[in-house]
Nanobody, 118 residues
């Protein structure tokens, strides 16, 4: 069974930082591109960042560029998202996922809540 478990969310002030983690199991983690997607309150899913199976290629949604960094540790089957300079509009539930076409992903975790508020 494919399992993705996110952690690291929380409440942070604007300008603050958080590091999200996603522990993966049930598949060969090192063979798959991985994704972070998010859902803001009352909005649809938005793809935030992608990383290649080997970790050498990354893509970011425009609002995440320069502030977020996606990375992975294939030895630990873990995906990360370092988020700096957080803004109010970054509030939402963040999911790690595999096999995404747009925001349609075959598997997502349960999500971790990120709330940016003063």
């Amino acid at each position: 069974e494919v399992l993705l478990v996110e952690s690291g969310g929380g409440l942070v002030q604007p300008g603050g930082s958080l590091r999200l983690s996603c522990e993966a199991s049930g598949f060969t983690f090192s063979s798959f591109w991985m994704y972070w997607v998010r859902q803001a309150p009352g909005k649809g899913l938005e793809r935030v960042a992608d990383i290649s199976d080997g970790g050498t290629i990354t893509y970011y949604e425009d609002s995440a560029k320069g502030r977020f960094t996606i990375s992975r540790n294939n030895a630990k089957n873990t995906l990360y998202l370092q988020m700096n300079s957080l803004k109010l509009e970054d509030t939402g539930v963040y999911y790690c996922a595999i096999q995404c076409m747009g925001t349609n992903c075959t598997v997502r975790g349960q999500g971790t809540q990120v709330t940016v508020s003063s």
